[in-house]
């Protein structure tokens, strides 16, 4: 999945480990990197638990199995997510590490000599200690507070849904997401028994261009079913056989990747390549070319790893598309023009904006300032689409009924393949965890046969779901980045609990009304306040606005409640500053998840 203050470009929601944060939930297992060498059972094997930052719990699973498997999970106990997949595990006589991509963390310490403790760091845009200590059982984790949901009503149907969003927007018209000073927009698309509709709010228009980030997954992966049914490529086939002669190196022994383990993203690639070195973090795909990719990919290798498990990749997907593009012997663009778009008739997408499009092209805002356009080169396949409601309803009709597909579709060259080869890309092919399935890049949800992807980059958010059975289908495109709290994906599920008539999301919180602080007495907050050791909360004044910033995380605006209380709206926490007689802060108080953290200051602000 693509979000929040991001540290590593991705096209998938994550958030950060730490304060104003939340963690994805879903849970997988990690494999070694091909060709790593492990014993049948390792001294790290077990539970391990520590604190980060002195304030949040840390605990480890990581179990070695058959032929040096590792599977590998961490709980962050404090904040009610457990199952967060570890990869890349590496063992190596007394040193230990691992990855956790879904937060963008890593860990690398040392096993201490009576295999009781490991010491090391944690990384996640700035380095802290992390002592971890073995268990002789799992520590139960928390469940997270309820989240607030609207009363359910009888299910809506499409033509009468508007008014519904109405209301339930409303709030996040005036005080969330859509709020003016956010500069906020978001389209909506919903189709139901063939009856579509589109409603915009804030900023957007119905017609509005957006980044659909990772959802063009789902695009790569009707490719690759259009390819095989076209007799161009196997699912089976190695990813090998389509890289240029000589890329990369044949295993000498046991499988190797091939095009469907990196579409159902059970291929062993990590999320990014180690390889990727922006020159421009603003827009950071631009430079990763094809050069770059098949570095990667030859140091790499493509032993397939026993047993591999799900593991979200922006790196494989991309590499599948730029493999599809050679065996057809078409830049990526062209391909999908060719195999997809065209016949579609979807003239409102595409990789590189046309002039009539960049006219409608929106504005997309990260942590509320104007974010840069992405550029994709060699990993477009993972995230690079453009396009609007209107013509991703084209699309999530013919997911919904490609028995239905006009006449016309079949009469282009691709076209006639295409009512076959988008139900083959709706075929399971693993499981991923948390009650869900993928199949070629779409996701299943289980207990409600809803298929989904959403996306994310600098400055967008997107969300699409449809449901085979119960007939409706629909796309929000938001312009801003996803972040801890997607507004993206909870207005898509939002929709849908509305469509089907269950309990919905709330989509905002009502904020209480803000006051007037005098500046001198918000010059009085700003420095630093230390939460745990190496974990510092910095408070700065930018005009009329306090801002926070946590160690190894973005900027977080806060809003006067009163003189002292202040809360934030992207996260649901709030903070009370301590005063002196003299009104100087000499600390503050974090109140966030029903805790509350105690923070001293150790530096006045300059």
């Known amino acids: 999945m693509l979000s929040g203050v991001m540290n590593l470009p991705v096209f998938c929601s994550v958030a950060m480990l730490g304060v104003f944060s939340s963690l994805s939930s879903l849970s997988t ?18 539970i391990w638990l520590g604190t980060l930052g002195g304030r949040l719990r840390v605990q480890v699973h990581l179990k070695m199995g058959p032929a040096g498997a590792w599977s590998c999970a961490l709980d962050s106990l404090d904040q009610g997510a457990a199952g967060i997949p570890c990869g890349h595990v590496q063992v190596s006589g007394d040193a230990v590490a691992f990855d956790v991509p879904d937060v963008q963390g890593k860990f690398s310490g040392t096993l201490s000599a009576d295999g009781k403790t490991l010491t090391g760091t944690w990384t996640q845009g700035a380095p802290l200690p992390l002592v971890l200590e073995r268990q002789t059982a799992a520590v139960a984790t928390p469940k ?23 209301r339930d927007l409303a709030i996040a018209l005036k005080s969330g997401a859509l709020a003016p000073e956010t500069h906020g927009g978001v389209t909506i698309g919903v189709v139901q028994h063939g009856v579509e509709r589109i409603f915009s709010y804030g900023t957007a228009k119905d017609d509005s261009v957006f980044e659909i980030g990772s959802i063009t997954k789902t695009f790569t992966g009707l490719v690759l079913a259009q390819m095989v049914l076209q007799g161009k490529v196997r699912l089976d086939e190695p990813v090998r056989e389509l890289l240029p002669p000589g890329t990369v190196a044949k295993p000498a022994s046991g499988d ?30 631009a430079d990763y070319d094809t050069k770059l990719l098949y570095a990667f990919i030859a140091k790499h290798g493509v032993a397939h790893p026993a047993d591999a498990p799900f593991l979200y990749s922006n790196l494989a997907v991309g590499l599948l598309g730029q493999a599809l593009a050679n065996r057809a012997n078409v830049p990526y663009p062209t391909l999908l023009h060719d195999q997809v778009i065209g016949p579609l ?3 409102d997408t595409a990789i590189a904006l046309t002039p009539e499009m960049s006219a ?63 139900p083959m890309s709706h075929q399971i092919h693993a499981e991923v965890g948390g009650g869900q399935h993928i199949a070629l890049n ?9 298929f989904w992807h959403n996306g994310g980059t600098g400055g967008y958010s997107s969300y699409a779901l449809f449901n085979p059975e119960k007939d409706f289908g629909l796309i929000v495109l938001y312009n801003s980045g996803p972040g801890p709290d997607s507004f993206a994906d909870k207005l898509g599920a939002h929709i849908e609990q509305r469509l089907t008539g269950v ?60 003189a002292t209380k202040f809360f934030a709206k992207v996260v649901d926490a709030e903070i009370t500053f301590e005063v002196d007689g003299e009104g100087r802060a000499t600390g503050l108080v974090l109140h966030q998840n029903g805790a509350e953290h105690e923070a001293k200051r150790v530096k006045q602000g300059q």
Do not use: C
Not at 144 to 162: E, I
Not at 394 to 405: I, T
Not at 549 to 562: L, M, R
């Open 360 to 422: 409608r092209f929106i504005q997309g805002y990260a942590d509320g300032k104007p974010a840069h356009a992405w550029d994709l080169d060699a990993l477009a396949g993972a995230g690079g689409i453009r396009s609007t409601a209107a013509d991703m309803l084209k699309y999530l009709q013919a997911q919904l009924h490609p028995d239905r597909l006009t006449a016309g579709v079949a009469a282009t060259a691709d076209g006639k393949t295409l009512a076959a080869a988008i």
């Open 503 to 562: 309990a919905a999301v709330k989509m905002a919180r009502e904020f209480p009304p803000t006051v007037e602080v005098d500046a001198k007495v918000l010059d009085g907050y700003a420095g630093d306040y230390q939460l745990a050791p190496n974990f510092i909360l910095t408070v700065t004044r930018d005009g009329a606005h306090v801002m926070t910033q946590a160690t190894g995380q973005g900027k977080v605006e806060i809003f006067p409640e009163s």
């Open 345 to 347: 008739k979807m003239g």
């Open 29 to 46: 297992l990690a494999q070694p990197p091909a060709g790593s060498a492990q014993t049948a059972t390792s001294p790290a094997d077990g």
């Open 442 to 450: 779409w996701f299943r949800i289980d207990k409600t046969g809803s």
């Open 144 to 166: 997270p507070p309820p989240t607030p949901t609207d009363a359910a009503m009888a299910p809506v149907g499409v033509a009468d849904l508007k008014p519904v969003l109405d």
């Open 256 to 285: 190797e990747i091939t095009l469907v383990d990196i579409s159902d993203q059970h291929a062993g690639l990590p999320r990014m390549p180690d390889n990727f070195h922006p020159a421009d973090k603003n827009n950071p795909y």
